[in-house]
């Protein structure tokens, strides 16, 4: 156990990679042992560089066409030979749909434990790593470590920051993985609309629930999202069961830490809350006095938010001339 | 397709939960249990699956330290056939990797399936790692996180929604699909299907009848803490004779705290 050293970093985005370069400084320097990312594709070397300027000690590259596009057994068995080969301590994995069964997979051929979704990492006094992670469905932060090594964890996106590119030394190992046979095959990808912005970085939210009658009443919503400064959200039943949305906010969508969240319509279940409890500032405007959103709001307005809404938009106007 | 295993999980209605306002602790041991959200999901697509091709037996198959013969029992009225129940006192605080070493270890003993389906994560730890270990260990093709599932002869093809795109992945059986919540709408069973499911079987095996060996379930993590996240807000309410008033107060707030953005 004790022949496992170094923390890496893997992740078939290229942003997340970045961010937990960032993290993964960090805890190699408390460490005191190198950071290593794992780059992964076809045609990739030109990035090797870019990672150690981001962080990096050490960038093991495996290319090969057949690892032009994501495959789960295919970057398995990179991984997995790799991981074995070298014997990481810590290995954080990027939380995308590819990249958890992708994790929980190499937790299960190393015979290791794996630590989901980590939203905080630390080291504890005797070096292990401690992740921590919303559970519950949203009413609890666990704290959980490992018994075994590699110590994986996988990382959300926005979790952490990227460090500022510096020009540093690092070493780039090219390295030949026999590649494991595919058992799915990709038959169609489409691309998939997302906001140009990233929510996870908004300064203000105003964000619309079930409360919301039609679709274009967004435009309420629009107005003072505009004379605050910030962007629209909203709960998931606006994007699953109306589809007026493809994205929310919440346990399941995206966790926000805006400055200011305004919750116009929104119960305040607590999977919602969980994505929202890093806001600085909590409004709610709710017509039902009794909703649990207000138990988590700074400020409450019971109304209805077709009258609320313009007229704050209005006194705004007004007091910010 | 012959034969359906749908795994399904005994969790804490995380919507019943209450928290000990002195320690913060999570009170887990009295909260009501059900069938995880998702695996509900699991469980319908597999009934889908039958009445599409006529012919098939589902079963469930459930690890758990407690009793869950009520979880097991609202299963079968919902339609599966036959629920397995692995039940031992040494499964309690199993993690994900004892869970899917249990998994398949009974699913093992049951024999031949050409399809497995769980939830992408249970309702109440939320890790998502079981179904892909269970792939793992049963060396099976696995599609993830599926929203839409068409089942052909002997191969399974999968919609999911990734970060940035729609996928379509095909493989051929016996495969492993893990389903999200979007993939359909459980039914509610009837009182026929509750009455007709008294007399659909249960097999509880323990520990010992599958051979499973102590120091696979004692697992690789170790949980610290689990407290409720302390909510310090302000919980200020604003009132006022009219909206014009009461929006006046909370702008002014708003632009005091230093939060408007512009
Ligand atoms: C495993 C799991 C994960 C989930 N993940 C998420 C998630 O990530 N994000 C998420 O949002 N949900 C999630 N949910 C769903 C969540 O449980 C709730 O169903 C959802 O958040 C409720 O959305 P809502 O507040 O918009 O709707 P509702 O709960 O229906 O609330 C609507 C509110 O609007 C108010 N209202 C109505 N009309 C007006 C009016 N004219 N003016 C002012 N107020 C009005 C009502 O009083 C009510 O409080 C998840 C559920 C599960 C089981």
Known sequence: ????????????????????????????????????????????????????????????????????????????????????????????????????????????????????????????????????????????????????????????????????????????????????????????????????????????????????????????????????????????????????????????????????????????????????????????????????????????????????????????NKQLQ | MKRIIVCLKQAVDVSQLKVDPKTNQLLTASAPKKISDFDKNALEEAIRIKEKLGEAEIYTVTVSSEDAKAVLREALAIGADKAYFVNDPSFQDVDTSATAYILTEAIKKIGEFDLILCGEASLDSFSGLVGSRLAELLNLPLIASVRKLTVEDNTVVGERTLEDAYETVKAKTPALITVTREINQPRIPSLMMIMKASKKEIVTWTATDLNIQKEKVEGKIDVIEVLAPKTERKKIMITGENKEEIAEKLAKALIQEGVVGR
């Not at chain 1, 990492?121 to 009413?139: A, H, M, P």
């Not at chain 1, 039902?288 to 209005?314: K, S, W």
Request: with cysteine; proline share 4%.
């Open chain 1, 1 to 316: 156990m004790s022949e496992n050293k170094g923390v890496w970093v893997f992740s078939e985005n290229y942003d997340l990679t970045l961010e937990m370069l960032g993290k993964g400084r960090k805890i190699a320097d408390m460490l005191r042992t190198e950071l290593v990312a794992v780059l992964v594709g076809s045609n990739v070397q030109e990035k090797a560089n870019d990672l150690i300027k981001h962080g990096a000690d050490k960038v093991y590259l495996v290319d090969n066409p057949a690892l032009e596009r994501f495959q789960s057994e295919a970057y398995l068995s990179v991984l997995h030979n790799l991981t074995a080969n070298y014997k990481p301590d810590i290995l954080l994995i990027g939380s995308t749909k590819n990249g958890k069964p992708l994790a929980a997979r190499l937790a299960t051929r190393l015979e290791t434990g794996c630590i989901p979704d980590c939203s905080r990492l630390s080291v504890d006094e005797k070096g292990r790593l401690i992740g921590e992670r919303i559970t519950y469905g949203g009413n609890a932060v666990a704290k959980v470590t490992f018994r075994s090594k590699p110590q994986i964890a996988t990382i959300p996106g926005r979790a952490f920051a990227k460090l500022e590119p510096q020009d540093r030394n690092g070493e780039v190992t090219k390295l030949d993985v026999k590649i494991e046979e595919p058992k799915t095959e990709v038959v169609e990808t489409k691309p998939l609309e997302t906001s140009s912005v990233n929510i996870e970085e908004a300064k203000v939210i105003v964000s619309c629930g079930r409360g919301l009658e039609k679709k274009e009443d967004k435009a309420l919503l629009e107005d003072l999202a505009k004379i605050l400064g910030g962007q629209l959200g909203n709960s998931r039943p606006l994007a699953e069961d109306r589809k007026w949305f493809t994205e929310w906010v919440g346990l399941s969508g995206h966790k926000v830490k805006p400055k200011l969240y305004v919750a116009c319509g929104i119960s305040g279940v607590i999977q919602h809350v969980a994505g929202i409890r890093d806001s600085k500032m909590i409004v709610a405007i709710n017509n039902d006095p009794e909703a649990p959103i207000f138990e988590v709001a700074d400020y409450g307005v019971v109304g209805d938010l077709y009258e609320i809404l313009p007229a704050l938009t209005e006194a705004l």
